[in-house]
C-alpha cells in the first residue's frame, strides 16, 4: 500500500473473495478465523475464540498458519493506563487483505523472477511461495531433497541465488513479530479533530493495518540485508524453545512468540518471505509500459520502460507520484541497453519523449524527465471503467458517461443529450440506469419564480464510483474461482485417468474441460490485472 492512499474500506464481495481464497489454499477452519479478523478487525486472541466459537488450540493453530504465510500480523497494542498505572498492553491479531490478495498472482511473481533472474531463482522463490517463510538452512535442506536432478542446487548456488534475490528486493527478511503499536494521545486526537478539513487528514490518515505494517517492516538497509557469516555458537539449539516441535511448528510459534532472530545473522534463525511490495511495483511498471504502448507505439513504451529500469534503484519508489528526474542522456543510455532500443537514436529518444508529454505520461523540468504515474494510471482507469459501461449498456450510455467523466462536474440532461448527440426522450432513462446501478451521481435543482421548474444534474463521483467497480470485480472474481473449482470437481475422475485411457467421448470431454480451464484462468488473470489497477496502483 503507498504511503498517503486512502485505505480501501472492505467491501462484502473483498472479504468474500479473500475467504474463498483462504479456504481454497489452507481449509475451512483456517478461512473461519480469517474471516473473523477481515469483518471484526484487530482482536485479541480471546475475543478471535469468543467470536468464532472454536476452541483456543484451534484458534492458536490457525493463527500459526496465517502468520507463516503473511496473511495475518500480531502486534501489542500499548494504552495509556488510567489513574497512575502503567501502561496497559494486549497481543492483538489483524488480517492483511492485500497479502490474501496477493496469493492469486504467484504465477505473475514467477514468471516476473525468470525473466529478470532465471530457473534457479524461480525454484528458491516457489519454496518461498508455497512455504510462507523460510529460514536459509531450511531452502538448503529443500534444494537437497529436491527430486529433480536437474532443479536441484549446491549449497552455494542456493545462497547465491537467494543473494541475487535479496539484492533484486524480490526476498526480505521478514517483519518483526510483534511491533508495538502506540494509541494516539488526547492531544494527538484533539489536534487531528481541530485540523482544517482542506488538510485533508481525514481522507489520508493511516488505518491500523497501515501503522502495523509501517512498525513490523525493518529498516531498509536491515529489510534487505544479507549476512552469512556466523559465530561458534550460531547453530546450537535453544531446548527451552519448542524443541519437541517439528521445524515447520517451531518456525511458526516463533513467528507469533519471539522475536529472538530478528536482528539475527545465522541462517538457522533469520527468516525470510518474498517482498509483495516489489512484486506489486513491478507489476505497476508493467501496467504503465502497456498503457503507453496501446496509446502511442512501441518507441514510446520502450523509452517508458527504459525510465523505469533506470529509476529503479532509488528509494522509496512506490511512495511517490512521480519517478527521479532523469537526463536525456542517461535515458538514452539505458534504452540503448535493451534489445528492442538498440535501434534507437538519441532524436528518435527525444521525440518519444515528446509524445510521452502531451498526455502528459511524462513530465519535463529543468532538462529533466519523470514519469507521471498518477496520470498513467488515472487514464487506464477511466478507460477500465469506460468498457464496461460501453458493454453493459451500449453507446449512448457510453458516450454520456465520458462525458461526465472527462467534466467532473454536475451537468444538466438536455446539456448532456446535446453534447452527445442522443435523443432528448431517451437520455433520462439512461442516465436514470446508470445512477441506479451506482455510477453516476444525482442532484435536483428545483428553480423557483413564475414558474417553478426541477432539473436533475449528473455527474461521476470517482471515489465512489471506483470502490463501487472494484466490488463488483471482486464479485467477478470470486464467480470465476468458483465456477473453476465445480468444473475440476465435475471432471475429477477424468482427469486422473491416463492419456491412454481416454478414448472416444473421454477424449471429448477432457478436451472440452481443457478449453474451459484455459478459458477461465485466462479470464482471471485479466480481471486480476484491473484489480491490480484499481486497488494496488
Known sequence: MEKGKTKMVLTQYAVKYAVHIIT?????????????????????????VRFTELNPSNVKNCLLVLIQHNCVQAFVLEEAGTFGDGPKVNTQYIALFDNIIHRVRFSKFLMIVSKDLGQESVALLEG??????????????????????????????VRETLLKLVAAHYVERCPAPQPVIAMPTEEESAAKRRASK???????????????????????????????????DSHEENEDDFSSLIIGEKRKRDAVESDKGLGATDEQTVLWRVSFEEFARRLRHKACIENVRARLDDGAATVLAAMLEASRSEENKLKTEKSVPLSLNSIYEEVIKSEAGRNMTIDRVSASLVQLGSPPFVREFDESYSVDFKHIIELAQNHEVESVVLKRYGRDAYRMFRLLLKAGRLLETDKIADSTFVEKKDAPKILYKLWKDEYLHMEKLVVTGARQAQFLLWKVNKRTLWEHVLDEMFHAALNLNQRLAYELEQEKE?????????????NDRFNRIRKVRLVLESSQIQLDDAVLLFHYF
Open 128 to 157: 518461498l511461495l508455497q512455504h510462507g517463510r523460510l529460514t536459509l538452512q531450511q531452502m538448503l535442506d529443500r534444494a537437497e531433497s529436491s527430486q529433480n536432478e536437474n532443479a536441484a542446487l549446491a549449497p552455494d548456488e
Open 24 to 48: 481454497k489454499h489452507f481449509g475451512n477452519l483456517v478461512a473461519k478465523v480469517c474471516e473473523c479478523l477481515l469483518r471484526k478487525g484487530a482482536l485479541t486472541l480471546p475475543n478471535i
Open 494 to 506: 477424468l482427469l486422473s485417468l491416463p492419456s491412454d485411457k481416454r478414448v472416444g467421448e473421454l
Open 198 to 232: 482542506s488538510a485533508k487528514i481525514i481522507e489520508e490518515r493511516e488505518t491500523l493495518e497501515q501503522r502495523v505494517v509501517a512498525a513490523s517492516i525493518p529498516g531498509e538497509v536491515a529489510r534487505f540485508s544479507f549476512t552469512t557469516d556466523v559465530g561458534p
